[in-house]
């Protein structure tokens, strides 16, 4: 028994393992250090949905994005945006907010990265955990797996360009896989007695026309008449 | 065609034609004050499903909007209405014993009970249509226009219906919710001519749609099978115009059994009024 107990201790104290945890947070801290001079940025947005159930025709907007996770879309038309994933948030995974996992490394593409697992340390939205791709020669991340305590999940890929001093988002794709119904509240006899169903498909987020750091200022995102992330 | 005139000035000259329209406009104007004081309720519970996964903006409370939320919820409604004015058709003459002066006229039987039924007819399609004119007339310049989203309560499903198609969709829809409300008025108006009075046939006619709904909504395997012999089955006709895409086959199926029913119930009146007995 002591020899197991050994072993174990030695294995989790390998040098090994220890700088894999310590390499886990600092790719979060890079991340957010590179995109530090981010203080802004808008960008015209195209969003098409494949989904079965969620029959839309394509949609534009404005979106704005202020450091640190201000959000806010405009558009003359009824807009959907996908609220998880969308769009690019580099403050979004401060490592202090994680419990921060190191899973694997991979080289897809020749392109080295890392596979994270991070988990909120506080619960936000029902979001259990995430896993991020992280591009270790460009510090990007290239996917994101978000899973729900209900059972959602949802897949996200991201393409990057060059838009003034900064690496932003040009094409997002959404992976969805979450329940039909809703989790809350009245249901249908219906409802009851079928087994819920699943809801799958893509979102594909399409980003032109960038402006970054013109100074937008916070009342602009408390003004009505849009939505706001949070 | 003079006789059809008669019947529509005899028909608009009773007090009781006109509590249908004062009804629908009262409920309309109520229904679409409420909605524009809880916008934000109504707009919250509606979206719920996609408030989790989406960040959603643009005028989704529209007047289009609540024209369907309102044709969905009064669209069992209605029918009550409707058998107002068409289960009283035939029977009204029998209770204020005018049906002898009536039948005893030269214009046959036949020209006589068609003209009440194409009556009947009018008045359907007039309530349907005045039902749609309140709800656009009072709803564009409360809630504006927009693009059109159709939600299916408590489920992820969304259809979402551009701007510039609505008016068009919206009419087909009204068109499509005249032609279920006929089978209505046929079932009153076949009624009305079996009955001697006017309360008979309007709490039969509203029994027979109140059964069949019932009988097509049961989850139960026995009365899944009943439902296509339902005519209530094809009465939201008018929905499958807010549908992506349009079903035209389903629509084309609906409006033809509809039809069918239409043709069936005037024959059966019809023929019950050639051989009507007035001497007794």
Request: with cysteine; glycine share 6%; aromatic share 14%.
């Amino acid at each position: 028994m002591k020899k197991i107990l050994l072993c174990l201790a030695l294995f989790l104290l390998s040098p090994q393992w220890a700088e894999a945890q310590e390499d886990a947070s600092r790719y979060l801290d890079s991340i957010e250090k590179k995109y530090a001079q981010l203080k802004d940025y808008t960008a015209e947005v195209a969003v098409h949905f494949d989904i079965e159930t969620f029959k839309a025709p394509d949609m534009q907007a404005r979106l704005y994005y202020k450091a640190p996770g201000k959000m806010k879309v405009e558009s003359k038309r009824v807009f959907f945006f996908p609220r998880d994933g969308g769009y690019l948030n580099p403050s979004q995974f401060k490592k202090e907010a994680f419990e921060v996992r190191f899973l694997e490394r991979s080289a897809d593409d020749g392109r080295k990265a890392v596979k994270l697992k991070l988990t909120p340390k506080k619960t936000k939205r029902d979001i259990q955990d995430f896993v991020l791709t992280i591009d270790t020669d460009r510090l990007l991340i290239r996917e994101m797996e978000m899973t729900q305590f209900d059972g959602r999940e949802i897949k996200v890929a991201i393409e990057y360009g060059k838009f003034y001093d900064f690496e932003l988002p040009v094409h997002i794709q959404l992976k969805l896989d979450i329940p039909s119904f809703e989790s809350e509240g009245v249901k249908e006899f219906d409802q009851l007695i079928q087994k819920p169903k699943r809801v799958t498909g893509t979102i594909e987020i399409t980003y032109s026309n960038y402006k970054v750091n013109l100074g937008l200022s916070d009342e602009f995102f408390k003004e009505s008449g849009s939505s706001r992330g949070r | 065609m003079k006789l059809f005139w008669f019947e529509i000035f005899k028909a608009f000259s009773r007090w009781r034609t006109y509590i249908s329209f004062t009804v629908i406009a009262l409920i309309v104007i109520l229904t679409e004050v409420v909605m524009k004081l809880s916008a934000g309720e109504i707009v919250y519970r509606m979206l719920k499903p996609f408030q989790r996964d989406f960040l959603i903006s643009g005028n989704i409370l529209n007047a289009w909007f609540v024209t369907a939320f309102i044709m969905n919820s009064l669209h069992i409604h209605i029918p009550f209405l409707i058998t107002l004015v068409a289960g009283d058709m035939v029977s009204s003459e029998a209770t204020s014993g005018t049906i002898r002066f009536l039948l005893i006229r030269p214009p046959s039987r036949g020209r006589i009970i068609t003209a009440k039924y194409l009556t009947a007819l009018f008045y359907t399609g007039g309530l349907v249509l005045f039902f749609a004119g309140v709800c656009v007339i009072f709803g564009l310049p409360l809630f504006g226009s927009g693009d059109l989203i159709i939600h299916h309560y408590g489920k992820f499903d969304i259809a979402f219906i551009p701007e510039s198609e609505i008016p068009l969709r919206i009419l087909l829809a009204f068109i499509a919710a005249i032609w279920s409300m006929t089978v209505v008025a046929s079932i009153a108006f076949l009624f009305s001519t079996l009955a001697e009075n006017s309360i008979g046939p309007i709490i039969g006619t509203m029994a027979v749609v109140i059964v069949f709904l019932v009988l097509g909504n049961l989850p139960l395997d026995f009365f899944r099978t009943l439902k296509p012999y339902l005519f209530t089955t094809y009465m939201n006709l008018w929905q499958q115009f807010l549908s992506i895409p349009i079903p035209w086959p389903e629509i084309g199926r609906s409006a033809i059994i509809l039809g069918l029913h239409n043709v069936s119930l005037f024959l059966i009146a019809f023929f019950v009024f050639r051989r009507k007995d007035i001497k007794s």
